[in-house]
């Protein structure tokens, strides 16, 4: 029993000293993470929470850190995952951008009242679905792809369908020119 006590503080201290060392890593490549995730956002708010989910990723998955002679390659990695996770979530706001809706408050669009989500619900099912997926929920291809048990190819050319649906129903339905 006494030599279980003795290895658990010795387990604790080694995590502690971890946990130190991967604060003082982070400090020293703080501002490296930030170059870099603003290089790919192009924005420092967006930098700044990808750098924060960055550092909270690698602190959670510290364990899977073979070497801290590695880190910065690692710390790296995940900053250019949580960038460009970000950057494909704020391409999908440019596409309805790209509708060229009238200039309303984006509440009104969105919320279920709005000409936007009107013309939605007007799409065929097929064509609504992935929409929905994609716009509202957040969903990647990807991850649509498995939901719906389609072929990505088959998802992103309904999605550009829905698309060019939606442009005509506002266009026509909503007296835009």
């Given amino acids: 029993m006494l030599t279980k006590t003795v290895f658990n503080r010795s387990l604790s ?8 060392r991967f604060c003082t890593y982070i400090d020293n490549h ?6 870099l995730a603003k290089s790919i956002v192009h924005n420092d708010a967006d930098a700044e929470d990808v750098t924060s989910e960055a550092i909270l990723k690698a602190y ?10 590695s880190f910065k390659p690692w710390i790296m990695k995940i900053v250019i995952n949580e960038a460009y996770s970000l ?18 408050s984006s509440e009104s669009m969105i919320n279920e009242s709005g000409e936007l989500w009107t013309a939605v619900k007007k799409l065929d099912e097929e064509f609504r679905t992935i929409t929905v997926l994609f716009y ?34 506002l266009v026509n339905e909503g007296g835009m020119e």
Avoid at 15 to 20: F, I, M, Q, R, V
Avoid at 60 to 69: G, K, Q
Avoid at 149 to 154: D, E, F, H
């Fill in 60 to 69: 959670r998955n510290l364990s899977d850190l073979r070497s801290f002679a």
């Fill in 87 to 104: 950057a494909n979530k704020r391409k999908k706001v440019i596409y309805l951008e790209e509708l060229e809706v009238p200039e309303e």
């Fill in 13 to 20: 201290r080694t995590a502690s000293e971890e946990k130190e």
């Fill in 136 to 169: 509202y929920e957040d969903m990647s291809i990807k991850d649509i792809s498995k939901t719906l048990s389609l072929p990505t190819g088959t998802v992103k050319s309904r999605l550009a369908r829905a698309r060019q649906k939606l442009k005509v129903l």
């Fill in 30 to 35: 703080k501002l490296n993470m930030f170059r």
